[in-house]
Nanobody, 123 residues
Framework: VQLVESGGGLVQAGGSLRLSCVVS????????MGWFRQAPGKERNVIAS????????FYSDSVKGRFTISRDNAGDTLYLQMNSLKPEDTAVYSC?????????????????WGQGTQVTVSA
């Protein structure tokens, strides 16, 4: 299984970016997926997740109302639309495939990670 993110970059505060994560090597539509981010000196945390069928989405409080996770099962692609970006959103963003849910909390699969894409938001 290979996950490849794209779409990161430098943007001014208030701007938008859309991240993509293309999954290859297994049946994409059968797995839960999540987006994580890690800022310098901080832990990697889940910020958004989506169930295998796409019916259920969950967000951290820090991004709720600004970010939208979606998936295109036909194209084996996971997306993260990020609007109203803030400098505190600056981090490396990574996607994960095949995790499980405990309640509404997405627990990542230990193996299936993308390489990460840098998002930098300037003030």
């Amino acid at each position: 299984v290979q996950l490849v993110e794209s779409g990161g970059g430098l943007v001014q505060a208030g701007g938008s970016l859309r991240l993509s994560c293309v999954v290859s090597g297994r049946t994409f539509g059968s797995v839960n997926m999540g987006w994580f981010r890690q800022a310098p000196g901080k832990e990697r945390n889940v910020i958004a997740s989506i169930s295998a069928n796409g019916y259920h989405t969950f967000y951290s409080d820090s991004v709720k109302g600004r970010f939208t996770i979606s998936r295109d099962n036909a194209g084996d692609t996971l997306y993260l639309q990020m609007n109203s970006l803030k400098p505190e959103d600056t981090a490396v963003y990574s996607c994960n495939a095949g995790g499980t849910y405990i309640g509404s909390t997405y627990r990542p699969h230990r193996t299936y990670w993308g390489q990460g894409t840098q998002v930098t938001v300037s003030a």
